[in-house]
């Protein structure tokens, strides 16, 4: 079983097959003499490409809608129109859960919405499917440089960087609007990986909170309620 988030919006039939690649950055170098080598560098940024189902009059049995409020296809159409034009990037997720409706692994990324097809074929009725092209994004921008000078009166460039907080137990850390677990982990412990504990140390707040707003549950976090106070791991 799956759910399928892009900008927060849960899709109500999550696709039968999902690409995803992972592209290569490596550079093959012909040597005098000695033939081909490989040079290896960081992988490039990461595709994924689905065909989704939006139902138009249909609620099927299948399909999952947020706080089970059906919507009809134009409202997804003019969210991914909105994707599209607004230029910026968003979040992706995908969560796998087991049939019990156990929570497995999920897969995250910020991504752009590269392209978008949309077909309406009489075989499907008046349902529409779009093929969506999306792209891994990741923030850029110049790093910070201060200058010091050293015992000998000579100017030295540092780049600045973050100081790692250390935590004790008993820390905590009230939500603001626009969290996510992720930004909180990285922001807080400078390890976005940490978002997995700190959802194990908080589960029982953050499902409440999404219950007394409506949801059936967080979706493992990622729909974070403002104004919560969230346990923070202890870390050195």
């Known amino acids: 079983m799956y759910e399928l ?8 039939v999550t696709p039968s097959k999902i690409s995803m690649k992972i592209n290569g950055k490596n550079k ?3 040597l005098i003499n000695e ?39 134009n409202y997804y159409l003019k969210k991914l129109e909105k994707m599209k034009t607004q230029k910026k990037s968003f979040p992706f997720l995908l969560i796998r859960y087991s049939p019990r409706k156990e929570y497995l692994s999920e897969t995250r990324l910020p991504v752009t919405l590269e392209d978008y097809k949309v077909v309406e074929d009489y075989n ?72 997995t504990e700190l959802y194990r140390m ?8 999404a219950k007394k707003n409506g949801r059936k549950s967080s979706s493992h976090g990622f729909f974070l309620e403002p104004g919560i106070v969230l346990k923070l791991p202890e870390i050195e």
Do not use: C, H
């Open 202 to 209: 908080n589960a029982d707040t953050i499902e409440l909170a």
């Open 5 to 12: 988030y892009m900008k927060k919006v849960l899709f109500p």
């Open 35 to 73: 033939g081909e080598i490989n040079i290896i560098k960081t992988s490039g940024l990461t595709e994924f490409s689905f065909e989704l189902l939006l139902p138009m009059l249909t609620k099927y049995p299948f399909a999952s809608y947020e706080n089970g409020v059906f919507q009809d296809a």
């Open 124 to 195: 499907d009725g008046l349902d529409v499917r779009v093929s969506v092209s999306l792209k891994q994004w990741k923030p850029y921008g110049a790093e910070k440089l201060v200058i010091k000078k050293n015992k000998k009166g000579k100017k030295v460039t540092t780049k600045k960087k973050k100081a790692r907080v250390a935590f004790q137990k008993g820390k905590t850390y009230t939500v603001k609007p626009k969290d996510s677990l992720a930004k909180i982990a990285k922001t807080m412990m400078d390890s976005p990986s940490m978002r």
């Open 28 to 30: 093959t170098v012909n």
